[in-house]
């Protein structure tokens, strides 16, 4: 008798993916309700961007960005620790302790966008997530991705433009991904829609041709 076997088509893969890329948003979304809540909102802020980094320090780390009401935008540095917590339950005469735990979210470094005299993308050319915030002193930050980097640093831009009246100086960054135009919006999803304009034009070309006869 023959043995059955199984193959798994690339298509079977596709909800898997898109599973994936849901959960991330929603683990985003959720992020920045929790950030919002603990810290900005008490100081009358609103979060607008923020970006995971890599720190040498334990906990987790995000660059964030936000307006207050009156119009001045900030950056900072955002730990967030996981801390265990002892808490008492019981009557008086028992108690028991119990654990709780806890995300801490602290701004560790914090600086007006308009202190900001230079980004550096260190080099256009590489994938590179590092880049460097000149503010009195520069300050690396080393972003978990090239895309977070570049996504953050549009922010900034406009941001800039909008609050603080004067352009960002930018250096060591491909333009078309910092202020794409209208038809260059987004690099990647342009690219293969042009290929697939130029494939349909072939190929409205091609029925067009006249077909030669057979003599």
């Known amino acids: ?3 059955r076997v199984s193959v798994a088509f690339p298509s079977d893969r ?7 890329r849901i959960n991330g ?3 985003s979304s959720l992020l920045r309700e929790e950030m919002q809540r ?6 009358k802020q609103r979060l607008v961007e923020f970006i995971e980094i890599e720190e040498p320090t334990h906990g987790r780390h995000f660059l964030c960005v936000s307006v207050s009401k009156n119009k001045v935008v900030q950056l900072c540095i955002v730990r967030c620790q996981i801390s265990q917590t002892s808490l008492k339950s019981g009557t008086k005469k028992s108690h028991t302790k119990r654990s709780s735990i806890q995300e801490c979210y602290r701004r ?17 050319d590489v994938d590179d997530p590092c880049f460097l915030l000149h503010f009195d002193k520069v300050r690396t930050v080393t972003a978990v991705s090239c895309s977070a980097k570049y996504s953050f640093v549009r922010a900034l831009v406009v941001l800039s433009d909008q609050h603080c009246q004067m352009s960002l100086n930018l250096r060591n960054f491909d333009w078309a991904y910092i202020k794409p135009t209208s038809f260059y919006s987004n690099r990647g999803d342009c690219v293969v829609l042009t290929q697939i304009c130029f494939y349909a034009f072939n190929l409205v070309c091609l029925s067009m041709c006249p077909v030669p006869l057979d003599a």
Do not use: I, N, S
């Open 38 to 43: 603990v810290l900005f909102r008490p100081e």
């Open 108 to 124: 560790t470094e914090v600086w007006p966008l308009q202190d900001l005299t230079l980004v550096d993308g260190r080099d256009p």
């Open 25 to 27: 948003h929603v683990m």
């Open 14 to 20: 596709g909800p898997a993916f898109d599973t994936k």
């Open 1 to 3: 008798m023959t043995p």
